[in-house]
T-cell receptor, first 116, second 112 residues
Framework: AQSVTQLDSHVSVSEGTPVLLRCNYS??????LFWYVQHPNKGLQLLLK??????LVKGINGFEAEFKKSETSFHLTKPSAHMSDAAEYFC??????????????FGQGTTLQVKP | KAGVTQTPRYLIKTRGQQVTLSCSPI?????VSWYQQTPGQGLQFLFE???????NKGNFPGRFSGRQFSNSRSEMNVSTLELGDSALYLC???????????FGPGTRLTVL
């Protein structure tokens, strides 16, 4: 079975300061991991994905995440927050391979607030 | 390429009615997945279609059904609507399934 836990439901940062959104996963198999962002009244946009290549993954808009197998973590970071980063972020796990076709397991989400 | 499109964007129904939502995937994508998003339960997987066949199904009652057409467009149907079906329904497409999924803007369903 697979699951993902986002450790903070709400994170507040000041503009220009670093962002850290924490995610731990549980998987019986080598997982694929994703971070998606959802702005109000919008669909989900892919920020980045890990698929067993490099453990440090760079995404769009300056975000990156590091896969740490020993800690079963996949935390999302950004060096400097921008007001436009305010949104809800989802950590997602799936099992690559045809036996778990198309099924993403979502964390509960972390709301990122960016203060001016 | 055009993104995933969903119609309608907003829908208001009453209890007991049925509803059909539509999703057009990115051109060339053959897998379409559906998700329900609610404040209480978060994002939950409904089902996934690939080449007109349902390949995977989440833990939802049989009132929730779907289908996929030969052009990969998909529809989701909910019969005998309940108040708890009020949610944002998101559709996602990918090339073949366990790949990166691209999401549409969603259909906001309100059941009164």
């Amino acid at each position: 079975a697979q699951s993902v836990t986002q450790l903070d439901s709400h994170v507040s940062v000041s503009e220009g300061t670093p962002v850290l959104l924490r995610c731990n996963y549980s998987s019986s198999y080598s997982p694929s991991l994703f971070w998606y962002v959802q702005h109000p009244n919008k669909g989900l946009q892919l920020l980045l994905k890990y698929t067993s290549a490099a453990t440090l993954v760079k995404g769009i808009n300056g975000f990156e995440a590091e896969f740490k197998k020993s800690e079963t973590s996949f935390h999302l970071t950004k060096p400097s927050a921008h007001m436009s980063d305010a949104a809800e972020y989802f950590c997602v796990v799936t099992r690559p391979g045809s036996s778990n076709t198309g099924k993403l397991i979502f964390g509960q989400g972390t709301t990122l607030q960016v203060k001016p | 390429k055009a993104g995933v499109t969903q119609t309608p964007r907003y829908l208001i129904k009453t209890r007991g009615q049925q509803v059909t939502l539509s999703c057009s995937p990115i051109s060339g994508h053959r897998s379409v997945s559906w998700y329900q998003q609610t404040p209480g339960q978060g994002l939950q997987f409904l089902f996934e279609y690939f080449s007109e066949t349902q390949r995977n199904k989440g833990n939802f009652p049989g009132r929730f059904s779907g289908r996929q057409f030969s052009n990969s467009r998909s529809e989701m149907n909910v019969s005998t609507l309940e108040l708890g079906d009020s949610a944002l329904y998101l559709c996602a497409s990918s090339y073949k399934g366990p790949d990166t999924q691209y999401f549409g803007p969603g259909t906001r369903l309100t059941v009164l």
